[in-house]
């Protein structure tokens, strides 16, 4: 999803990922940039990195 894109939904997507569990990538010009995320999977990837 392009940032305007997301911008424009930002409460859909914050609901997207906290209720449904989804990953929206965010893209500018075509390249990946972000991804938001539940709290969940934010977590769960920081004790990964913690790990390593």
């Keep these: 999803m392009s ?3 997301a911008r424009s ?3 859909d997507v914050l ?3 906290a209720v ?3 990953v929206t990538r965010v893209t500018n010009r075509g390249g990946k940039i972000a991804a938001v995320a539940s709290m969940h999977v934010a977590e769960s ?3 990964v990195q913690d790990e390593h």
């Design 15 to 17: 609901n997207n990922a």
């Design 9 to 11: 939904r930002f409460t």
């Design 45 to 47: 990837t920081e004790q």
């Design 3 to 5: 940032v305007a894109e």
């Design 20 to 22: 449904r569990g989804r």
